[in-house]
């Protein structure tokens, strides 16, 4: 083999889609052999290593499904491990090499460049590490407003080194939308913060992560931008006005559905009531935090929250689905189609026909991967089947809300729904691109033929 044939080879093996997959899988790996030892566990009885597999991918590919109870059921160096993790996954591993090699003055070749572009879903790689730069200190600077804040309604409630902790813990957890909490040692075990509905301080605080964090790190530098350049880009105009649409409808269905539910939001006051169904209304897109019971939600509920959920968040944040510019894209081809029209149009501006396409495509790939998942544990597990659709669902999405069946799923459902979640993180189009070969142009073009639709 010479050395031209070994070139084209490393650069077929190393591609920024495979860089990615197989980045988040040794990150996996190696948190899971760290979960499995016996110090990261309370009792010092060690997990089983496919426990140890599903919460390790959870955090990393920051969806928040649990087996077991990270407060109660995690030592120290369990739930630090944790942390990490999903620090890490939801900033993604290229985020944090590229602080280190920042830190250490290190030059970002091209090709780390194009990595970058791709973990981001960036257009250009025209001033990507400075995007880096601005996402790794807005990044911290929030988690740490959020952390301080957090940390001063704990210490009511417990000792202010513990409530420290805790506002890291879960302001981090928050702002990366994965929703793993440890609460289970004041409240019970995986009691989330449903102690916290009657709290608007607290619920406020995690909206307004929660919604920083699923926005996406583009959106957040264009915002804080503005001042200086007085316009958005396009990607930022959609992706806020969707997600606030997507907020607001969420808080009215969810207010609507469950006020009469004894449950749910029925004994809570008129505010208290609002709040708690904007908060739902928030986390369902990808937070995975919750202040209701969601088991004892209305069956109307929880299968408009699946719809959330498969939504997402935006590209290039810390949450999953096929993301709010994917659901825009398509709502504006169904508009343009039923008005007579060619082109998809936000904002005066005109979007390419392969970007159309590409949303399809991708929701078409991700439709079809809930449906499978959900149909295998259909077979596997025996549970209603909207509770396993809502299972898979929160995987895909990266959401983490669940209606309490994650522990007591069989080995082959949690292997299941771990490799669903690894493909919610990366994406199915990112996943496509890195097994198959790089597309080559066609040389020609067949001739066009009828079909009758409808």
């Known amino acids: 083999m010479n050395i031209l044939t070994k070139r084209k080879l490393f650069r077929y093996l190393l591609t920024p889609p495979k860089i990615l997959v197989f980045g988040f899988a040794i990150i996996i790996f190696i948190g899971a052999i760290l979960l499995s030892l016996p110090i990261a566990s309370s009792t010092g009885v060690a997990l089983s290593f496919v426990d140890a597999l599903f919460m390790a991918t959870s955090a990393t590919c920051v969806t928040g499904l649990a087996v077991i109870d990270p407060g109660t059921q995690l ?37 780390e460049r194009l990595i970058l572009q791709q973990a981001m879903n960036h257009g250009s790689m025209e001033g990507i590490v400075r995007l880096m730069r601005k996402v790794i200190f807005y990044s911290l600077t929030i988690e740490l407003i959020g952390a301080a804040l957090l940390a001063i309604r704990f210490s009511l409630d417990m000792p202010i080194i513990q409530a420290m902790y805790y506002g ?26 449903n102690p916290y509905v009657n709290d608007p301080f607290v619920n406020l605080i995690l909206m307004l992560l929660i919604f920083l964090g699923g926005i996406g790190f583009i959106v957040i530098s264009d915002l804080l931008g503005f001042r200086k350049s007085r316009k958005l880009l396009l990607h930022s105009k959609v992706v806020l006005t969707v997600s606030v649409a997507l907020i607001v409808v969420g808080t009215i269905v969810i207010y609507i559905f469950e006020y009469t539910n004894v449950h749910t939001l029925q004994a809570l006051s008129h505010p208290d009531k609002i709040i708690a169904s904007a908060l739902q209304s928030v986390t369902t897109r990808s937070g995975g935090i919750s202040t209701l019971d969601i088991p004892m939600l209305r069956q109307s509920t929880q299968f408009f929250m699946i719809i959330w959920m498969f939504i997402g968040a935006a590209p290039g944040s810390t949450g999953g689905g096929i993301k709010v510019t994917t659901f825009a894209i398509l709502i504006g081809a169904v508009y343009t189609m039923a008005r007579g029209r060619e082109d998809v149009v936000f904002f005066r501006n005109r979007i390419a026909k392969e970007v159309v396409y590409k949303a399809i495509t991708l929701t078409l790939l ?49 292997g299941s729904i771990t490799f669903l979640m690894f493909l919610g993180r990366l994406g199915p189009l990112t996943l496509a691109y890195a097994l198959t070969p790089k597309a080559k142009k066609e040389s020609f073009r067949y001739p066009e033929g009828k079909i009758t639709i409808g």
């Open 168 to 193: 890291v813990f879960h302001s981090i957890s928050s702002f990366t939308n994965v929703g793993f909490d440890i609460l289970g040692t004041i409240h019970g075990p995986f009691s989330s913060f």
């Open 75 to 111: 030592s120290l160096f369990g739930e630090i491990v944790m942390l990490s993790l999903f620090q890490i996954g939801g900033l993604g591993f290229t985020t944090m090499a590229t602080l280190i090699a920042l830190v250490f003055n290190k030059r970002i070749s091209i090709k």
């Open 366 to 414: 991700s439709f079809l991967l809930v449906i499978a998942f959900t149909m295998v544990l259909s077979i596997t597990e025996d549970r209603q089947f909207l509770t396993l659709l809502f299972e898979t669902t929160s995987a895909f999405g990266t959401c983490g809300l669940s209606m309490g069946i994650t522990p007591d799923l069989s080995p082959f459902g949690k």
